[in-house]
């Protein structure tokens, strides 16, 4: 659906094109809604690692279709949130069918060093009230199955009264 309503994934710069240079800092922050859909998506993730920029994928990772490849060159950069604080990567949870992928994903990024407390993740359905959802139960599920957390961003987006989602 995205492609029919935003066009196609083109390339319009570098990582190196995108940094203002010096004195500024090697942070760079992407809006970029598919930076893994991008037929040049392996050079740009290694030129984030050699260049040593700190990057936050704002619009998150889909990571229901991450490869092997995929998840080592993405573990490999140094994400950041989006006020380069500390170490965060994005997701959704859109679909409950899309639990097995999700999951798969997931494990990839752990496998490859991605610290399960770094991942935050957002279900479409987290910020509707008066239920549990699986947003709130899968900081448990990460525990069990990683080790770790997802920090359930939807709570954040309740206790401050915003719901994007509508």
């Known amino acids: ?61 889909n990571v229901r279709l991450l490869t092997e490849e995929a998840a080592q060159a993405l573990a490999s950069v140094y994400f950041m949130d989006d006020q380069f604080r500390r170490r965060r990567l994005y997701t959704a949870w859109d679909n409950r069918r899309d639990e097995a992928r999700l999951f798969a994903g997931l494990e990839r990024l752990v496998r490859y060093g991605v610290q399960p407390d770094a991942i935050m993740g957002l279900h479409k359905d987290s910020c ?35 719901d994007p989602i509508g």
Do not use: Y
Not at 35 to 42: K, Y
Not at 141 to 160: D, E, K, N, Q, Y
């Open 1 to 61: 659906m995205v492609p029919r309503k935003e066009g196609r994934v083109q390339p319009v710069a570098t990582i190196a094109e995108l940094w203002r240079g010096a004195p500024w800092p090697r942070h760079i922050l992407l809006l970029d809604n598919d930076v893994l859909g991008q037929p040049d998506w392996a050079q740009r993730l290694e030129e984030m690692r050699t260049g040593q920029f700190r990057v936050c994928f704002t619009q998150g990772i």
């Open 128 to 162: 509707k009230s008066g239920h549990r959802t699986r947003m709130e139960v899968l900081p448990h599920i990460i525990r069990a199955v990683f080790g770790g957390i997802i920090l359930p961003m939807a709570r954040l987006i309740r206790a401050v009264g915003h």
